[in-house]
């Protein structure tokens, strides 16, 4: 069993940076297959934004092409989201999310959130 923490959220202006961490508090990440990166608006569905694979393959949404960059660190048992030039419609929940075990993806575990708020 794997349990995620996510931090790093919080408020920042348009344009700023954030950093979200996503912390595996028992597991090790390097026993997943696939870590992302989601959020979700009021009453809308979780739009997946990013992902990396075990072996460092990644992929982006394109409305976070260019200006989100996800990234591991296996020692630190933590997957990081890096936000840069941040708009007001990136506010939102942001969820980390990791499939596993390596090499499947038949479970799927989930943080608790964190809120992330863009001002104008």
């Known amino acids: 069993q794997v349990q995620l923490v996510e931090s790093g959220g919080g408020l920042v202006q348009a344009g700023g940076s954030l950093r979200l961490s996503c912390a595996a508090s028992?597991?090790?990440?390097?026993?997943?297959?696939?870590m992302r990166w989601y959020r979700q608006y009021p009453r809308k569905q979780r739009e997946l934004l990013a992902s990396?694979?075990?072996?460092?393959?990644?992929n982006y949404a394109d409305s976070v092409k260019g200006r989100f960059t996800i990234s591991t660190d296996n020692a630190k048992n933590t997957v990081y989201l890096q936000m840069n030039s941040l708009r007001p419609e990136d506010t939102a929940v942001y969820y980390c999310?990791?499939?596993?075990?390596?090499?499947?993806?038949?479970?799927?575990?989930w943080g608790q959130g964190t809120q992330v708020t863009v001002s104008s």
């Open positions: 999310n990791a499939l596993g075990p390596y090499p499947v993806r038949y479970r799927a575990y």
């Open positions: 028992s597991g090790s990440i390097f026993s997943l297959t696939e």
């Open positions: 990396v694979t075990r072996d460092g393959s990644t």
